[in-house]
């Protein structure tokens, strides 16, 4: 049966060689003042250079707000959104990662707004569009210049929670591989799987829809058939343009449906022991998918059949199946990402802890396809520890 869906994205999309070189022209001539958000290892690269030459040319003022830690707490975002309501600023830029724009899209709706952030995990429509954004990642990537959704960690929970709200979806993106081109291949490798986890886990949600798969099928294509290149060769800037455009297309993805099991499961692997969360996605992406597998074989097949370039002619779906399973199996192990929790310390008495908490994450949890009990949680954990 066909159920409702809609396609929400940000309006202005700039992507390609050069793209960031529309920064220039595209900001609204009402701006007064910019606040660009970033973090310390970007600004330390010099990611924001060529943005502030820029905005020095418009004769632009700006402030550069860079205290924003990586995968940031509630509170964490609540600090740099006061700093931020202090500058007065009417125009946002993020120049990072998830981190950087996860913050900013907050500060996009909570500007003028007597809402904090905590008030948004209650409930996150309350607040509307303050500040029109721009986003340009730097990690390829978690999809956030795409979606409604900004992940803050509640400590108290030891869990990390979605804020999902469509006023947060930004009004510029632009896609210019050159911000990622010097990505450290660590984080490359982890914030790569995450985008390949968003795509396969969008195509195979029960929210599946005609929108969600057109831009998961295509994300994963661009992402599983370059991800490899684009992480361990630093002049592979083709493959890692791809990679960019993947992991916004996985964004877009997320919006139209939702990621599954393997982001449930992952977020109190964040929350509680800070693992990144691209890390956290790969530790989970074998366990889960073999999970996954016995009822999700129709869409792998159907994946095979769009992203493998010397694919064989007579496959079975149970074989076209399992083909994508060993792949993903080996992109993880090729680019040397952890495959458990061994290295993180996590002790087994932790175990009943991550259950509870796993289980809390109902709104993913409900896209899974093969229904995930406490009890499976449990396996699955096990499993990685
Ligand atoms: N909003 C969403 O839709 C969404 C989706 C998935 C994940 N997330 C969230 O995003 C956060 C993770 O974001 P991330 O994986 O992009 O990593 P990140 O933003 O936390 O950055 C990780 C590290 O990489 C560094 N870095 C980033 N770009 C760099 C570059 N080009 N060169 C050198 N160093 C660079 C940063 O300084 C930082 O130290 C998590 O909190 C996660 O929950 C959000
Ligand atoms: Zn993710």
Partial sequence: MLVDYSLKMPKNVFAGENALEQLETLIPQNVKKV?????????????????????????????ILSEIPAEPSCQQAQDVVDIFKKTESN????????????????????AT???????????????????????????????SEATPNSIVGVPEKGLKVGIVNPEMIADYVILDARLIKNLPIKIAAATGVDAMCHAIECFTSNKRNPFSNTFALEAFDLI????????????????????????FYAGVAITASGTTGIHALSY???????????????????PVMRFNEPVIKPYFAQAYDRVVRDRETN???????????????????????????????VPIEDLDDLVEAGMQVERLLVNNMRKITAEDARAIYKEVL
């Fill in 315 to 345: 496959l079975s779906i149970e074989e076209k199946s399992e083909y994508i399973l060993n792949e993903l199996g080996r992109i993880v192990k090729v680019l040397d990402i952890p495959t458990s929790l061994k290295e993180f310390n």
């Fill in 91 to 110: 125009f946002i830029i993020a120049v990072g990662g998830g981190s950087v724009m996860d913050v900013a899209k907050l500060a996009s709706v909570l």
């Fill in 35 to 63: 606040a660009i958000f970033t973090d310390k290892g970007i600004l330390s690269v010099g990611l924001v250079d060529r943005v502030a030459e820029m905005l020095d040319k418009r004769q632009l003022s700006y402030c």
């Fill in 268 to 286: 109190p692997l964040g929350g509680k022991y800070h693992i990144a969360h691209g890390v956290s996605n790969a530790i989970l992406l074998m």
């Fill in 224 to 247: 599983f058939n370059n991800i490899i290149e684009a992480c361990t060769n630093p002049e592979a800037l083709e493959a890692k343009s791809k990679m960019l455009l993947g992991s």
């Fill in 113 to 143: 707004d007597v809402y904090t952030v905590k008030d948004l995990l209650i409930d996150p429509l309350i607040a509307t569009k303050q500040v029109p954004s721009l986003m340009i990642p730097t990690t390829a990537g978690t999809g």
